[in-house]
């Protein structure tokens, strides 16, 4: 079992930054990456961005230029660098595990709110 827990959403201007942390525990023998997803009222949850235990990373074209995952593998941890936010940003942010058997694990969200 991996637990996750994330930090660092709260209400931010259009335009702004923030940054959300995930820490990870438990078994992380095997882990094959970590991402982030969103899930906005009424919309499907959505990959934003993802990197891989070689360091590669991977983003949503909405995001694309804005947002940037980052790892601290001696801290298990996984942030996302978010700026230039827009009100359509708005959502709970999840943070993702999935190891070499195919497991996913999730935390229990964040959110983050953006005013125009």
């Known amino acids: 079992q991996v637990q996750l827990v994330e930090s660092g959403g709260g209400l931010v201007q259009a335009g702004g930054s923030l940054r959300l942390s995930c820490v990870a525990s438990?078994?992380?023998?095997?882990?094959?990456?970590m991402g982030w997803y969103r899930q906005a009222p009424g919309k499907r949850r959505e990959l934003i961005a993802d990197?891989?235990?070689?360091?590669?990373?991977n983003y949503a074209d909405s995001v694309k230029g804005r947002f940037t995952i980052s790892e601290d593998i001696g801290k298990n941890m996984v942030y996302l660098q978010m700026s230039s936010l827009k009100p359509e940003d708005t959502a709970v942010y999840y943070c993702?595990?999935?190891?070499?058997?195919?497991?996913?694990?999730w935390g229990q969200g964040t959110q983050v709110t953006v005013s125009s």
């Open positions: 993702n595990v999935i190891n070499r058997w195919g497991s996913n694990y």
């Open positions: 438990g078994s992380l023998f095997g882990i094959d990456s």
């Open positions: 990197i891989t235990s070689g360091g590669r990373t």
